[in-house]
């Protein structure tokens, strides 16, 4: 079982930046495939970025160039740095680990763009 803690979320002006953090706690979470995902007001949860054990990485076309997803499996966190941040990356952004149809997911935490 993997439980999360999001932190590093809040409001940015356009352009600025953000990283988020998901501290997890359980033996497992170096197995997982782990992931961003976001949702904003009346739209679905769509994928963000993720990151395999070994660390390749996949990205959605929109924060392509400028969003980096990491891990370190010895201290069982993962992170996100968003930068050059748009107002329609405004949503709430939830740690996953295990994909899409997994149980184990974060509270959520939101990220607000706007001048």
């Known amino acids: 079982q993997v439980q999360f803690v999001e932190s590093g979320g809040g409001l940015v002006q356009p352009g600025g930046s953000l990283r988020l953090s998901c501290a997890a706690s359980?033996?497992?979470?170096?197995?997982?495939?782990m992931g961003w995902y976001r949702q904003a007001p009346g739209k679905q949860r769509d994928m963000v970025a993720a990151?395999?054990?070994?660390?390749?990485?996949n990205y959605a076309d929109s924060v392509k160039g400028r969003f980096t997803i990491s891990r370190d499996n010895s201290k069982n966190t993962l992170s996100l740095q968003m930068n050059s941040l748009k107002p329609e990356d405004t949503a709430v952004y939830y740690c996953?680990?295990?994909?899409?149809?997994?149980?184990?997911w974060g509270q959520g935490i939101q990220v607000t763009v706007s001048s």
């Open positions: 996953n680990a295990g994909g899409p149809t997994s149980i184990y």
């Open positions: 359980g033996s497992r979470f170096r197995i997982y495939v």
């Open positions: 990151i395999t054990p070994g660390g390749t990485t």
